[in-house]
């Protein structure tokens, strides 16, 4: 009985924690483009990040955008041990 | 009867957890995939299929590629790849880069180069070519890609592993084939 009530627990706090999110950052009044960017960052226990880039620059860079025309930012963690945010900017 | 109430309780939560733990996104951005985003512009989709690891046959280093491309249904739709290779060299240019996949061979004859910066103790070149939708969809048509870079009489293969091919499968399920 206990350990059921211990697994569910866990089970309940697994759903919670691995979930992604999916925010916009920032929009322009230029055209929306025809290029995608990304840049993506991950780390470990919200703090070992080892100098990873997920930057709008890195992003706009990596997709050849010189004018930048969205900007979203998807963040993913799983059980507060893996983190990541992944960058994505469209443009021209 | 106090298990029962706990399970109820236990059972509506997960509901709930599941429920509020659907990604949110921009009214632009639609899919949630961690392979690939779609951005509607009115009249038609914009698709992002995120980078594919593909590693090395011999030396250290991996090639990573992803594919814009819009969908309007035409034949004349452009696609861009664009793709980083991490090796040992500084790759300014190249010849030709070519993609097989056991059912088409493609040949890029036009590579543009974007950049080259160092990371860590290797470099990382940047190169872009552009095709058309009906080719990239011919290629997502089968897995275990073969990628081949051609430059100055050197050639360096890549090919996909197992989580790659996966991923290409999907790709091929959620996105070539509603085109």
Redesign the interface.
Known sequence: MKKMKIAMLLGSVALMSSCSLTLPVNATSNTVGTKVGRAKATGYLGCLFFNQDASIRTAAKNGGITKISTVDIKSRNILYIVNSYETIVTGE | MK?RK?LLI?QA??CL??T??T????G??KG?SNLY?T?Y??GST?Y?V??LKFPTVLKNGSLEM?F?F?SSGKESDTA?M?F?ILGNDVLKSLDSFTIQNGLTQVKFTVVEH??SESKGNQYLN?F?ATTNVSQVKSLFEQAEWVITIYNKEKKVTFKSNHKTDKNIIRIQKKVMAVL
Do not use: H, I, N, Y
């Not at chain 2, 990604?23 to 921009?26: A, E, N, T, W």
């Open positions: 298990f706990f236990f939560s997960v957890f599941l509020a733990c990604s949110v996104k921009p632009s951005v949630g985003e951005f512009q009115g914009m992002f995120k980078p992803d814009t819009r861009v664009r980083s974007m950049f940047r872009s």
